[in-house]
């Protein structure tokens, strides 16, 4: 699905005022804000578009794709001023047994939901050398399909995250309920915010690093602004 570099750069301007505003209303400071875009419906003409506006956090929900995508891409990034802040998210669910390809292309995972899956993440960073970024995702909604760790274990796993030398847990990341009405967000977004305050206020995680929130889409991005977000996942809002 390749959309024009117009469009791109009109969305692109769009969400940055969306933000803006939410931001406004309950007195936060945009650059507060990040966005993640998500590129899985994107062709790679899209991807540099979106990278020339200074979208340079970019987020995929497959770790094949991802690693795809970042091989393609690097070539023409090698030759673009903003190359080095171009960063590679890894949003969506991971198995364990990815782990080892996904870190050849990313060092931040926002779907980390037990302690298995961070103990070989850990061990594999170890090997690498490297510090993996991480965020517990959380099931907020408290729907059965969905991936994260409940929320009365999630500040458990959170204290036990921090004990992984390798990994370092810079947030909380969920995802709401589908719905027509972003609203209906609001209340899954709040809870995570709760859990944030709670991990900070009891110190369960470094103060210096567990700085983030990772939740909102296209459909319900201002209100998770409104909440705390930190982190934006937009995809269809740029590239429709
Ligand atoms: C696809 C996806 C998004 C972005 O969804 P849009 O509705 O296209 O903005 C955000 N987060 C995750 C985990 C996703 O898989």
Redesign the pocket.
Same mark, same amino acid.
């Given at each position: 699905m390749a959309a024009s570099p117009k469009t791109i750069e009109a969305n692109v301007d769009r969400v940055r005022e969306t933000i803006a505003s939410a931001c406004a209303r309950v007195g936060r400071s945009a650059a507060e804000v990040q966005i993640i875009g998500?590129t899985?419906t994107a062709d790679l003409e899209d991807i540099k578009t979106l990278v020339r506006c200074g979208v340079t956090q970019l /987020?995929e %929900?497959r770790v094949q794709q991802l690693t795809e995508r970042a091989e393609q891409l690097a070539p023409w990034l090698a030759q673009q001023p903003l190359a080095s802040e171009v960063r590679w998210h890894l949003? /969506?669910h991971l198995q364990r047994n990815k782990v080892k390809p996904v870190l050849h292309a990313t060092r931040i995972i926002h779907s980390v939901d037990s302690l298995r899956l961070a103990e070989d993440i850990d061990e594999r960073a170890e090997q690498m050398d490297a510090t993996v970024e991480v965020m517990l995702q959380v099931n907020c909604s408290q729907e059965p399909q969905k991936f994260g760790v409940a929320v009365g274990a999630a500040c458990h796993l959170a204290e036990l995250l921090g004990t992984l030398k390798n990994l370092r847990l810079v947030g909380l990341m969920t !995802?709401a309920p589908l719905s027509e009405n972003p609203e209906n967000a609001r209340p899954t977004f709040a809870r995570l915010r709760e859990l944030f305050d709670e991990i900070r206020g009891e110190r369960l995680a470094h103060p210096d690093h567990f700085r983030h929130l990772s939740m909102g !889409? %296209?459909?319900d991005y201002p209100v998770a602004v409104e909440e705390g977000a930190t982190m934006v996942?937009? /995809?269809?809002?740029l590239f429709a």
């Open positions: 998500v899985k /987020g %929900s949003i /969506g !995802m !889409m %296209s459909g996942r937009v /995809g269809t809002a």
